[in-house]
């Protein structure tokens, strides 16, 4: 199956993740995170675009980043390439540094910013390099407790969260990340909540979308499908259970089981056990139904239906 594409518009905001070709080491040294900023740096003056976060771990990188006019993917490129190929020249080999494709997660600001601030600074925490956040020198954490100078990071839009007062803003947000110091890790944070790309609800992500002229399609529950089925059959959900071959209860059920093969985040299996049935059954008559709406006109109309009112 083809990737998605990023989802862009200017001001959006990602959760982005850089790792190791293999798991392998990027940074050998302070001077390669040092140069790494530079890239960085540089990348903010030419695409106009932010850095609100950042924490770089000696295989993998966290950043939150916030585009302007210019697509992540054209800012990821020009960091990437040019720092591999300064690693490849001061290692003197060959070859991808970075694995793959990098993690992009589109966040909602207004919801999940401060919590993904502080996931971030603490990720060394989580894997036992230091004790607290204030520990580990190679994020932006130390600039947010004023302790070194970034000009290039954006600390504005976190810190007015917590106080408009600098000094008092400071504590707070010190005090904030010092009580997520035990968190485990948050697969929302690298997985998302909807379609694997975006971290926000419902409402958010259809604006995301929308934005990006995206089609925006509702994540559906095994409920949602079942409720809205019943509805057009007009029977209830206890004669969709129960046990024969009678219709139209009969014909419901494939009707559920066609739209549930749809929707991706839904499975056949999970359906089956809702409904006291086999998944091989409910596959062939979701296989029957779909050839059917092919020719017969009334019944393709009536799945449409279905879909508009889920």
Not at 41 to 46: A, D, F, K, N, T
Not at 48 to 58: G, K, P, S, V
Not at 265 to 273: H, M, P, R, W
Request: aromatic share 10%; net charge positive; glycine share 6%.
């Amino acid at each position: 199956m083809a990737r998605k594409p990023r989802i862009h518009y200017p001001s959006a905001c990602y959760h982005i993740i850089l790792r190791g070709n293999g798991g392998q080491d990027i940074f050998f040294s302070s001077k390669d995170r040092t140069k790494f900023y530079f890239l960085l740096q540089e990348g903010i003056e030419r695409f106009e675009h932010r850095i609100h976060a950042f924490c770089l771990m000696t295989n993998h990188v966290h950043l939150v980043g916030q585009v302007g006019e210019a697509p992540l993917s054209k800012i990821m490129q020009n960091v990437t390439f040019r720092y591999t190929r300064y690693i490849n020249s001061r290692k003197k080999r060959i070859g991808h540094l970075f694995q793959g494709r990098y993690k992009a997660l589109l966040i909602d600001m207004d919801t999940y910013m401060l919590e993904l601030v502080r996931y971030i600074h603490n990720n060394p925490v989580r894997a036992k390099i230091t004790e607290t956040a204030d520990q580990y020198i190679f994020s932006s954490h130390q600039a947010y407790l004023g302790k070194e100078n970034v000009p290039w990071l954006t600390t504005d839009f976190v810190l007015n969260q917590f106080a408009r007062q600098k000094k008092r803003s400071i504590k707070l947000y010190h005090d904030f990340i010092l009580k997520g110091s035990n968190e485990d890790h948050r697969q929302e944070f690298h997985g998302g909540l909807y379609d694997g790309r975006i971290l926000g609800d419902d409402r958010f992500s259809e604006k995301a979308l929308t934005k990006a002229e995206e089609k925006y399609s509702k994540k559906l529950s095994l409920e949602d499908i079942v409720d809205a089925v019943c509805k057009t059959y007009k029977i209830t959900v206890n004669k969709l259970v129960e046990p024969g071959k009678t219709y139209p209860a009969s014909e419901a059920r494939g009707t559920a089981a066609l739209l549930v093969q749809e929707n991706s985040n839904l499975k056949l299996t999970a359906l089956g056990s809702y409904i006291n049935r086999d998944v091989a059954t409910l596959s062939q008559s979701a296989n029957r139904l779909r050839k059917r709406a092919v020719r017969d006109k009334v019944f393709s109309a009536r799945i449409e239906n279905i879909r508009k009112a889920l």
